[in-house]
C-alpha cells in the first residue's frame, strides 16, 4: 500500500524552515523578508469562518506585543487574496478590527505542503491550525497545532515567545507556565565532577540535576 502521497511532511525543529516566496494581503512576502526578526507563521482553515475570525482578532489585539518583541506576524490559508482581503473588511466592519499583517495566499498548497499543514485526516484540503516559530536566523524553533474545531491562545503564544527569547538570551530553560520574572532552570551538569559541585554552586537547589535560579 503507497502512502507517501497522503502523508504530509513535516519541518523540523532546530533546522531551517522550509524558504517560501508568497503573494499575500500586502504584496509578496519570502522567508528572507524576515531575516532578523522572529516570525510567527499560523494557518488556518477557511475564511469567513467564525473560530478563524476570533483567532485572527486576537492575533490583531496582540500584534503590538509581538512586535515589541521583535516579532511579525504572517497569516496562510488556501483561500485566494480577494478572499482573504474581503474576509479582513468584513472583521474591520463587524467587530471593529483591523488585520495589520499578512494572510498569504496558497492556492496551490506550496507553503502548506511544506510546512505540514495539511493533514488528510482532519479534513479535505483545508490547512489545520498550524503555528510556526521561526527565529531570526531562519531556524524552526516551535511549532503547535490544533484541530479544526477549537481555537488557539494567543496568550500562550505570546508566553512561549517570552520563553524563547529567554532561553536564547540567558543559556536557561524554563519550567511549565513559565512566567517572565519568575525562576529558571539552571541546565543540568554534564560530569560527575560536575554534579557533585552543583549544590555548592548557589543556585537554588533541589538536587544534582535539578535547579532554579531568578534572573
Not at 13 to 26: H, W
Not at 158 to 180: F, H, I, M, Y
Request: with cysteine; net charge negative.
Amino acid at each position: 500500500m503507497e502512502t507517501q502521497n497522503t502523508c504530509p511532511s513535516f519541518p523540523r525543529i532546530n533546522e531551517p524552515a522550509p524558504a517560501f516566496k508568497a503573494a499575500t494581503t500586502f504584496g509578496e512576502r519570502s522567508l528572507e523578508d524576515y531575516r532578523g526578526k522572529w516570525l510567527i507563521l499560523f494557518s488556518h482553515p477557511a475564511d469567513f469562518t467564525p473560530v478563524c475570525t476570533t483567532e485572527f482578532m486576537g492575533f490583531a489585539r496582540a500584534a503590538d506585543t509581538f512586535r515589541s518583541m521583535n516579532c511579525e506576524l504572517l497569516g496562510l490559508s488556501i483561500d485566494s487574496l480577494f478572499s482573504h482581503l474581503a474576509w479582513t473588511r468584513s472583521i474591520k466592519q463587524n467587530f471593529g478590527v483591523d488585520i495589520t499583517f499578512p494572510i498569504i495566499e496558497d492556492l496551490k498548497m506550496e507553503v502548506a505542503k511544506a510546512y505540514g499543514m495539511i493533514h488528510p485526516g482532519a479534513g479535505d484540503t483545508s490547512a489545520v491550525r498550524a503555528t510556526f516559530f521561526i527565529d531570526p536566523e531562519g531556524k524552526l524553533r516551535a511549532m503547535v497545532y490544533y484541530p479544526m474545531s477549537n481555537g488557539r491562545s494567543i496568550d500562550e503564544f505570546v508566553r512561549l515567545l517570552q520563553a524563547l527569547q529567554t532561553s536564547d538570551a540567558n543559556g536557561v530553560a524554563t519550567p511549565e507556565n513559565w512566567k517572565p520574572g519568575e525562576p529558571v532552570i539552571v541546565p543540568p551538569p554534564k560530569t560527575a565532577e560536575a554534579a557533585e559541585k552543583r549544590a555548592s554552586e548557589g543556585y537554588d537547589y533541589v538536587d544534582w540535576y535539578f535547579s532554579r535560579k531568578t534572573l
